[in-house]
């Protein structure tokens, strides 16, 4: 077998390795969360629970909805809660085919990315989701009560948690489009009206049609955008530098 064959299967046995340790590492956190899948549950209702009026409820549609659905919630927070462990795996798997420069660059911005994405989550579930579900309630006809099905509960606000956490991204997504010179940072302040006008509509699909959560999605966004131009033009100044210190 050629070298270039076995480097193929070297890779490939490594990559399955890898993988492997993902797969043992979340269903690990999974069975030691399973114990816990119905606290944990009642947490995340909380939000909703908190601005429900007098007499309403989470209901169970289906029969076996209180079995499966914080099952289901145990193994998305195991997914959450190994994340950080997966992307390391993942580095590890490619950091050896990258150059020095580049894993300078690389480890900064997937560390900053895992917080942004924690920190997007943290502020959907304590800031964004009580206001949403005040404003949802108070839509309520008179003499209808509100009893939502835990099933679709779980739903919307896994993807709530899933676009907060993303929107949270939009300065790693700046920073890798001004490293790969697809835009120069000049070009991100000409565009910041266009930006803008695009992250509150971007909002305004994610959010309920209340202005107050649109605004409360759209202003970190934006100001994520800020600091991502910031940091931009830092780096964009510190290669500048190196390159005239550099030799002639």
Known sequence: MSGDGQSLISHLLELRQRLLYAVVAVLAVFVALLPFANPLYAWLAEPLKATLPPGSQLVAIEVASTFFVPMKLAFFAALFLAAPFMLYQIWAFVAPALYEKEKRLAKPLLLAATVLFY????????????????????????????????????????????????????????????????????????????????????????????????????????????????????????????????PA
């Open 119 to 246: 920190a997007g989550c943290a502020f959907t579930y304590f800031l964004l989701l009580p206001v949403m579900f005040a404003y949802l309630n108070s839509t309520a006809p008179e003499g209808v009560a509100m009893m939502t099905d835990i099933g679709k509960y779980l739903d919307f606000v896994l993807v709530l948690l899933l676009a907060g956490g993303a929107s949270f991204e939009v300065p790693i997504a700046v920073l890798i489009a001004v490293l790969l010179d697809w835009v120069k940072v000049e070009q991100l302040a000409e565009w910041r009206g266009y930006v803008v006008v695009a992250i509150f509509i971007l909002a305004a699909i994610i959010t309920p049609p209340d202005g107050l959560s649109q605004v409360m999605l759209a202003v970190p966004m934006w100001l994520l955008y800020e600091a991502g131009i910031l940091v931009a033009r830092a780096i964009a100044a510190g290669r500048a530098k190196a390159e005239a210190g550099g």
